[in-house]
Nanobody, 123 residues
Framework: VQLVESGGGLVQVGDSLRLSCAAS????????IAWFRQAPGKEREFVAG????????YYAEDVKGRFTISRDNVKNMVYGQMNNLKPEDTAVYFC?????????????????WGQGTQVTVSS
């Protein structure tokens, strides 16, 4: 499956962004999808994940209440709504796909990755 992210940008503290991930090339609904992020000099970290039905969602502690993941299996899209952005949210955000039943927080479990979209939060 091919993944293409969009929606990043330069925003101010407290602003919102909606990230999008467009999937193609395979049966999208077969995959668990997650958002990861990577800041300069840091390891890639889990942000949020969603199972294939969309019924189960998981979030990293530092984005809970500010980030909402959703998916549309008809449009082959996954979204990440980010609210109340903070400078520490600055990173490249990636969407990733994995087979299986359960969302993993481990990036090594994800086989397919997009190219990433930059989010910069200015104070």
């Amino acid at each position: 499956v091919q993944l293409v992210e969009s929606g990043g940008g330069l925003v101010q503290v407290g602003d919102s962004l909606r990230l999008s991930c467009a999937a193609s090339g395979s049966t999208f609904s077969d995959y668990i999808i997650a958002w990861f992020r990577q800041a300069p000099g840091k390891e890639r970290e889990f942000v949020a994940g969603i199972n294939w039905t969309g019924a189960h969602k998981y979030y990293a502690e530092d984005v809970k209440g500010r980030f909402t993941i959703s998916r549309d299996n008809v449009k082959n899209m996954v979204y990440g709504q980010m609210n109340n952005l903070k400078p520490e949210d600055t990173a490249v955000y990636f969407c990733a796909a994995a087979s299986g039943l359960y969302v993993s927080f481990d990036p090594s479990q994800y086989v397919y990755w997009g190219q990433g979209t930059q989010v910069t939060v200015s104070s």
